[in-house]
């Protein structure tokens, strides 16, 4: 079954403001990724998280690993019409080999 | 990418049919990775190959079969289609040698079966 899960699946926002969602895992992940699919279209990367504890920013996106390297969080600050998609989250399971166990994703939409 | 594509983009077929969803990269990449997407599932992994002479089952194997023709290509078929094979479908590759795992992603074939 599923074991990344991601919360929340939907999250609708007026623009400006912010938006998280949550990844975690059933085991340690040795890397998580970030993956941000439009609507009709196919996932693309964001990024990639390694260290335990780790941070990244990209422009209003806040990525964060967390200590137990079982959780992740991605935080966009001040939204935009342009950040409406789904994000996913996925990592390689411990014991699962080097492939990618994707989240169930949470849908964003922005409102004017 | 364009550098990954999938086709057909669009498909409907009855229940019993045989299927093929053929894709190709000219990204050079050695993984190749077929998922299926349902709303609220996310993405889940069906078979991914490591190379050509590779081939592994992923989560959700049954009712698929995969054949890489060559690096450059990884077909998934559907032997007997039934409608909850109805999906969209993508293909992604990977550089094994990349310091980064990302996968990237063809643009995705729909699938519906009657």
């Known amino acids: 079954g599923q074991q990344v899960m991601q919360i929340p699946q939907y999250q609708h926002v007026q623009e400006g403001e912010d938006f998280t969602t949550y990844c975690n895992s059933s085991?340690?992940?040795?890397?998580i990724q970030w993956y941000k699919q439009r609507p009709g279209g196919h996932p693309v990367f964001l990024i990639q998280?390694?260290?335990?504890?780790e941070v990244k920013k990209q422009k209003r996106l806040t990525f964060q690993f967390g200590e137990a390297k079982k959780n992740s969080s991605l935080h966009i600050t001040a939204t935009q019409t342009t950040d409406v998609g789904t994000y996913f989250c996925?990592?390689?399971?411990?014991?699962?080999?080097?492939?990618?166990?994707f989240g169930t994703g949470t849908q964003l939409k922005v409102e004017l | 990418d364009a550098d990954v594509t999938q086709t057909p983009r669009n498909r409907i077929t009855k229940t019993g049919k045989r299927i093929m969803l053929e894709c190709s990269q000219t990204?050079?990449?050695?993984?190749m990775y077929w998922y299926r997407q349902d709303p609220g599932l996310g993405l889940r992994l069906i078979y991914y190959?490591?190379?050509?002479?590779?081939?592994n089952k992923g989560e959700i194997s049954d009712g698929y079969s995969v054949s890489r023709q060559a690096q450059a290509k990884f077909s998934l078929s559907l032997e007997s289609a039934i409608p909850n094979q109805t999906a969209l479908y993508f293909c992604?590759?990977?550089?094994?040698?990349?310091?980064?795992?990302?996968?990237?992603f063809g643009p995705g074939t729909r699938l519906t079966v009657l």
């Open positions: 992604a590759t990977e550089d094994s040698w990349s310091s980064y795992n990302e996968q990237f």
């Open positions: 190959s490591f190379d050509v002479k590779d081939i």
């Open positions: 996925a990592g390689p399971l411990t014991g699962g080999g080097n492939k990618l166990t």
């Open positions: 998280l390694v260290k335990s504890g």
């Open positions: 990204k050079g990449h050695d993984r």
């Open positions: 085991t340690t992940l040795s890397n």
